[in-house]
């Protein structure tokens, strides 16, 4: 008992509560600067987890705390990501011409080409490096959020509240986005005034804004389905009924609405599609008396619904 206690002790001073609350605050940033689709906003946001996982690797440091066990445990998957990261920077690394030459003839040829005006001595294997290490700290923010996600939503209290706050992210994107549809001179946010052709909330790109929506749908389901007692509820008709209400008279249908109006093809159906493969898991792993198995109806009514709008698209 003592050693279960301790470990879980350990688990907390492995993530600290201002760290995970830091997370959150970075998680419902990101969609308001343009979808942080502009050099500024992107450029925040690779400070910002770069110093987030500075300040968790500091703190471990300071305490001689082992790393978590869901780094050790993922460490091939994550390894292969690192060696993956480490490869793009390595094409920024200047090397000599006549290993340029074998590396890269191409590359060494064209640099050739321009000896007068770059010279011939080293070089890096990016012919634009600028624009190499702009994709490359992009890429690495995006490993660092991963790494993040692992380390400090590292319960199920702290999995709910980032589902949540998921969820409260995504209606307010959905209800922006159809108000500026809609609006007549509404010029709130990075709405434009007059409504537009397609939603697309603070996303200047209505096909990221539905990205945004059908994550924020999928945490729903996931929170509908974590909560959901058939017992409760009853069974027979009273049971589906309940269920079917549980859909339409939620945030869910403000959710869909919105993905409807933004017109994204793609964010429809890999919603659906993986709608249908989590719940085919689900049964597979639970069988047909699991609560996935109950949601089967309304995922393919959405699914019929995602066919009948591509095909009229």
Request: glycine content about 8%.
């Amino acid at each position: 008992m003592k050693k279960h206690k301790a470990h879980s002790d350990s688990v907390k001073r492995d993530a600290p509560r201002s760290l995970f609350i830091l997370y959150l605050f970075l998680i419902a940033w990101l969609p308001l600067p343009l979808g942080s689709n502009r050099v500024w906003a992107w450029s925040f946001f690779e400070v910002a987890i770069f110093l987030l996982a500075g300040a968790w690797l500091v703190y471990i440091l300071s305490r001689k705390l082992p790393l978590p066990g869901v780094l050790i445990r993922l460490k091939i998957p994550l390894l292969l990501l690192g060696a993956w990261i480490l490869y793009q920077w390595l094409q920024l690394v200047p090397v000599p011409l006549a290993l340029l030459e074998f590396l890269s003839p191409s590359t060494a040829a064209l640099i050739t080409s321009a000896e007068p005006v770059i010279g011939t001595s080293w070089h890096a294997l990016s012919l634009d490096p600028g624009s190499s290490l702009a994709g490359i700290l992009k890429n690495t923010a995006y490993l660092l959020m991963l790494l993040m996600t692992l380390i400090l939503v590292d319960s199920r209290k702290r999995l709910r509240t980032l589902m949540i706050l998921l969820l409260c992210v995504g209606l307010g994107e959905a209800l922006l986005g159809i108000a500026g549809y809609y609006g007549n001179g509404l010029t709130a946010l990075w709405v434009e005034a007059g409504g537009t052709s397609r939603a697309h909330g603070t996303y200047p790109t209505p096909n990221h804004f539905g990205a945004l929506l059908s994550i924020a749908i999928s945490v729903t389901l996931g929170l509908l389905l974590s909560s959901m007692n058939l017992v409760r509820e009853g069974k027979g008709m009273r049971g589906v009924l309940i269920r079917w209400l549980s859909v339409v008279l939620s945030p869910r249908a403000v959710l869909i609405v919105a993905l409807y109006l933004s017109n994204s093809r793609g964010a429809s159906l890999s919603l659906f599609f993986s709608l249908l493969l989590v719940i085919a898991f689900g049964i597979y792993r639970h069988g047909w008396q699991s609560r996935e198995a109950a949601m089967l109806p309304v995922a393919l009514l959405l699914s019929l619904g995602a066919a009948l709008f591509m095909g009229a698209g």
